[in-house]
């Protein structure tokens, strides 16, 4: 299968002229613009129309008929649904597994590992929704399996989506779980391991396998195929790892 999706890649297209909207988890907006400015490198005429936002609400749109072509989910129960549903003519696929970091914006003594987090010190707690936002779905797993989530959830305070956690986690909170891709882009450059963050060890969550499909208003697009088929390119996947994704 994956084979024939990079085959796709080969096809010529760059005749064509057309503008695809995708709808694309908020973990992967920091990642997203590399990976737009790559594909039109080999497709400049394809206009790549991004839409961001938890993986819920991005899904309930496409039941409620908003015209995407593609869903970048942030796991494989949305997109699984919508194929399921008939709103997604692909099976999902997973492009990349996503991981949790908790940082804060100012130092702490992270050598006390995810226990930091009872600290008196930190009162509140920024966490993604896990009604609408995968990441937490995976945050309160990884909570409860560390025994911490009845000790501290009166502190959280929930984003709809992991972006928008990642600014409560700056801005309203002492202390944020968030995903690790979005250490890596500019604004967030200058924290340090150790000092501001620390990953969330992996064997207290499920492995986020962030899952693609394309929906039906893009069955019949050439820009649509051209694009789905570059997220499992090499020059994607160099993309994905840069912004601290595994690839599988």
């Known amino acids: 299968m994956r084979l024939k999706i990079l085959l796709m890649i080969l096809l ?3 005749g064509m002229s057309e503008t695809i909207k995708v709808a694309v988890a908020a973990n992967v907006s920091y990642a997203i613009n590399d ?3 790559e594909f039109n490198k080999l497709y400049p005429n394809t206009k790549v129309e991004v839409t961001l936002g938890s993986t819920g609400k991005l ?4 039941k409620n008929k908003a015209p995407y072509q593609i869903l970048m ?6 997109p699984q649904t919508l194929y399921k549903e008939g709103f997604a003519v692909t099976r999902p696929l997973v492009y990349a597994q996503g991981s949790l970091a908790y940082l804060s914006r100012t130092k702490r003594d992270f050598s006390k590992g995810i226990e930091l987090v009872k600290d008196n010190s930190i009162k509140k707690i920024a966490v993604a929704n896990p ?3 995968p990441y937490g779905i995976a945050t309160a797993e990884a909570l409860k399996n560390a025994k911490l989530y009845n000790d501290i959830k009166s502190k959280f305070i929930y984003g709809e989506s992991i972006s928008q956690t990642v600014t409560y986690t700056m801005r309203a909170t002492d202390i944020g779980f968030i995903a690790k891709s979005s250490l890596y882009s500019p604004y967030m450059a200058h924290f340090k391991k150790g000092e501001n963050w620390a990953d969330v060890n992996p064997k207290l969550y499920t492995p986020i396998d962030q899952g693609i499909v394309i929906l039906k208003a893009g069955e019949k697009s050439k820009g649509v195929s051209a694009f789905y088929s570059f997220i499992f390119s090499k020059k994607a996947s160099k993309i994905f790892e840069k912004f601290g994704y595994i690839i599988p």
């Open 59 to 62: 899904t309930a749109q496409i």
């Open 12 to 14: 010529s297209s760059f």
């Open 131 to 133: 009604k609408t936002a």
């Open 35 to 37: 990976l737009k400015k």
């Open 73 to 78: 989910g942030a796991n494989m129960l949305y």
